[in-house]
T-cell receptor
Framework: ETGVTQSPTHLIKTRGQQVTLRCSSQSGHNTVSWYQQALGQGPQFIFQYYREEENGRGNFPPRFSGLQFPNYSSELNVNALELDDSALYLC?????????????FGPGTRLTVL | AQKVTQAQTEISVVEKEDVTLDCVYETRDTTYYLFWYKQPPSGELVFLIRRNSFDEQNEISGRYSWNFQKSTSSFNFTITASQVVDSAVYFCALLNTGTASKLTFGTGTRLQVTL
């Protein structure tokens, strides 16, 4: 069983640039959630994708957007990067409405905005 | 609104000591799930345990045990006979089953286990 993978592992960007982060879900999972974890904080929910559509969103501005593909992999796009966007971005996959409701996390992408 | 509070910022113990991590949650949902995750320095969140709101039975799994009390909205996690490899940040999380099954995390407790 293949776990959740994310790419790239590290990324450095400058203010105003755009970034795309990628996530491959665990085998058998059809739902992907994205979280932002600032240094010293708990992860914050950005949004969730199911059946290639955004299924819920946290308190993040529209410059955070995403996609889910037919193979359930997903992208997180952030436009007009700000310094506060520097964080660890975690992707989690799960099976929609499973009785266990467990979300399995990838290793994360650490984004630094200069 | 969902909220998870982990009042302990950092705990240091000597190997083989037992350690309990506290978690208090707030939710208006009647159906919810509680989780503990471990985050080692590598950054990946590792699932440890799960409990749903209908089951207050406390269990032991290896060196891990948990105490879920709805009356006090607490979901405490205990590691018995701690080991150096247990050193990590531990997060308590609450999952609601609304439109999106999103996790609400606490701010984490850093556990340092020394020899």
């Amino acid at each position: 069983e293949t776990g959740v993978t994310q790419s790239p592992t590290h990324l450095i960007k400058t203010r105003g640039q755009q970034v795309t982060l990628r996530c491959s879900s665990q085998s058998g999972h059809n739902t992907v959630s994205w979280y932002q974890q600032a240094l010293g904080q708990g992860p914050q929910f950005i949004f969730q994708y199911y059946r290639e559509e955004e299924n819920g969103r946290g308190n993040f501005p529209p410059r955070f957007s995403g996609l889910q593909f037919p193979n359930y992999s997903s992208e997180l796009n952030v436009n007009a990067l700000e310094l506060d966007d520097s964080a660890l971005y975690l992707c989690a996959s799960s099976f929609w409405r499973s009785s266990y409701n467990e979300q399995f996390f990838g290793p994360g992408t650490r984004l630094t905005v200069l | 609104a969902q909220k998870v509070t982990q009042a302990q910022t950092e705990i240091s113990v000597v190997e083989k000591e037992d350690v309990t991590l506290d978690c208090v949650y707030e939710t208006r949902d009647t159906t919810y799930y509680l989780f503990w995750y471990k985050q080692p320095p590598s950054g990946e969140l590792v699932f440890l345990i799960r409990r749903n709101s209908f089951d207050e039975q406390n269990e032991i799994s290896g060196r891990y045990s948990w105490n879920f009390q709805k009356s006090t909205s607490s979901f405490n996690f205990t590691i018995t006979a701690s080991q150096v490899v247990d050193s990590a940040v531990y997060f308590c999380a609450l999952l609601n089953t609304g439109t999106a099954s999103k996790l609400t995390f606490g701010t984490g407790t850093r556990l340092q286990v020394t020899l």
